[in-house]
């Protein structure tokens, strides 16, 4: 009786220091971060990161964790964030309960009819292998004020800015088994989140892991997936290994010994010369891509889940950015801690792990609307 007291007297307290979990598909691997995050002192705790190579190779926790956030990657998920502008009829009659969910109602239906067909073409499958994953409102405005809870005002503009993820049926199964391993389960596109949290309207992030660049472009009314590119650190790999006439694996410990300094100055100049080469072809395969993207000068924000020494100094121009999740956090009063024994875990080579471990903090909470959103939703969303 007295730990049910408890429990429940916790419950209404609530609890700041959440323990979560990141697990993030990459294209090749999948990484695994466990953290601490206190939302109200703004820390970040991280205490666990390995790699295996598939997500069944995962076992259950035997503690729940309270928050998971499964990131996948952008041939799996779709993530967008749009606004949807309505009108009311009546508009001199001040907002109630009523109108604000037939208003969530129709501005769902709108964001699915909208985006349903891209998010299907996007991930090669047909509209009826689609699912729902995640559904929330992330902005509401009532003409050009933000709100936080529209009940009780009056307005003929209502806006809703959305943020939906849709998956292909097929990893739906993977979604279900770990759906319980959490109180709280968001699925997501891993890139999406990134670019939440580095872009600003008008922005483009680049995304280069080992075998593809994934580009977001962020806009004032909607922010989404633009392309994907066939490179990675293995075109690097693989450059080096024709070069030396050995295998890529045999490249990927050339390339080792250099980034560990164990290599002569003139084998260093050598292998320094083959890594410039492949970044500027990189550069002339995104630039056609930029300069189609209808902004005036975006800023581009570059995300390389890699090590090259001298990276900076491709990054001279105002409007090509190295990306820093750890300096925006610190900016917005975050602190960072890796636990000492964790040897694998770095704030340059895992930044989208912590942006997926703080965006669920980030945007204003709109419990009253997401609880009629989700409401709404329910018989939209897979297992829910």
């Known amino acids: 009786m007295i730990n049910n007291f408890l429990t429940k007297l916790s419950s209404l307290i609530g609890n700041k220091v959440e323990r979560c979990l990141v697990i ?6 999948v990484e695994l971060t ?3 995050v206190d939302s109200l002192e703004k820390k970040v705790m991280v205490e666990k990161n390995k790699t295996v190579k598939c997500l069944n190779d995962l076992r259950r926790p035997i503690k729940e964790y309270d928050r998971l956030i499964l990131g996948f990657n952008s041939k799996k998920a779709t993530t967008i964030e749009s606004v949807v502008n309505l009108k ?25 009819n909208h985006y349903r067909s891209w998010a299907a073409k996007k991930m090669n499958i047909s509209e009826i292998d689609l699912i729902l994953a995640n559904i929330e409102v ?39 088994r770990f759906r319980g391993w959490a109180k709280d389960f968001i699925v997501v596109e891993t890139i ?12 483009l992030v680049v995304h280069t892991s080992h075998e593809q660049t994934t580009v977001f472009v962020s806009k004032e009314d909607e922010s989404l997936y633009l392309k994907s590119c066939d490179w990675g650190r293995k075109h690097i790999l693989k450059a080096l290994a024709e070069d030396f006439k050995v295998n890529e694996d045999i490249a990927f410990l050339i390339l080792n010994k250099y980034l560990e300094a164990r290599v002569s100055s003139k084998f260093q100049r050598f292998i320094e010369q083959k890594i410039r080469e ?4 990189f550069f002339q395969m995104l630039s056609p891509l930029f300069t189609s993207v209808s902004m005036p000068r975006p800023i581009v924000h570059f995300y390389f889940r890699f090590t090259i020494p001298f990276l900076e100094t491709f990054f001279n121009q105002v409007h090509f950015r190295l990306a820093s999740v750890c300096e925006i956090l610190r900016l917005q009063g975050f602190s960072i801690d890796v636990h000492k024994r964790i040897k694998n875990f770095s704030t340059k ?15 204003p909470k709109y419990e009253f609307l997401n609880q009629l959103l989700r409401r709404r939703a329910k018989w939209l969303i897979a297992n829910n």
Do not use: C
């Open 349 to 363: 080579l895992n930044q989208s792990a912590l942006a997926l471990l703080v965006y669920p903090f980030g945007s």
């Open 34 to 36: 466990v953290a601490r």
């Open 192 to 203: 999406a989140i990134l670019t939440s949290v580095l872009a600003k309207f008008n922005d």
């Open 138 to 176: 992330t902005d509401v405005r009532l003409g050009n004020h933000r709100v936080f809870n529209p009940e009780g005002f009056r307005s003929k503009d209502f806006s809703l800015r959305f943020r939906g993820t849709f998956i292909p049926r097929s990893a739906s199964r993977i979604v279900e």
């Open 88 to 112: 009311r009829p009546e508009s001199s009659m001040p907002l109630n309960e009523a109108e604000i969910d037939g208003l969530l109602f129709r501005g769902l239906w709108e964001f699915l």
């Open 24 to 29: 993030e598909e990459l294209d090749h691997r």
């Open 278 to 281: 492949q970044i500027k072809s």
